[in-house]
Nanobody, 123 residues
Framework: QEQLVESGGGLVQAGGSLRLFCAASGRTFSSRAMAWFRQAPGKEREIVTTISMSGAITYYADSVKGRFAISRDNAKNTLYLQMNSLKPEDTAVYYC????????????????WGQGTQVTVSS
């Protein structure tokens, strides 16, 4: 079974940066599309960014484009999310997720989930 564990969340001032990590267990990480989602209080979970198996293809929600960067290291079974120029509206629980596909921008394709890590951006 896939196991995904996020880390790196915390409290940061607006304009600051954080780097999130998602460690995957097993031998299937390199054969999974990966994504970061987030869910703010009182809001639905939304897709933030996705990356293909090889890392060659990425997608970003308009709200984070130019500020966030997704990457992966298949040799280390690790997914990253570099978040710069953070805004209070980025405050949410961030989840990493895996899809049994080469690449997907469709939320329902992501069937393996981590437990989430809290990101709080103060104004």
């Amino acid at each position: 079974q896939e196991q995904l564990v996020e880390s790196g969340g915390g409290l940061v001032q607006a304009g600051g940066s954080l780097r999130l990590f998602c460690a995957a267990s097993g031998r299937t990480f390199s054969s999974r599309a990966m994504a970061w989602f987030r869910q703010a209080p009182g809001k639905e979970r939304e897709i933030v960014t996705t990356i293909s198996m090889s890392g060659a293809i990425t997608y970003y929600a308009d709200s984070v484009k130019g500020r966030f960067a997704i990457s992966r290291d298949n040799a280390k079974n690790t997914l990253y999310l570099q978040m710069n120029s953070l805004k209070p509206e980025d405050t949410a629980v961030y989840y990493c997720a895996a899809a049994v596909k080469y690449y997907s921008e469709i939320a329902r394709d992501y069937t393996y989930w981590g437990q989430g890590t809290q990101v709080t951006v103060s104004s």
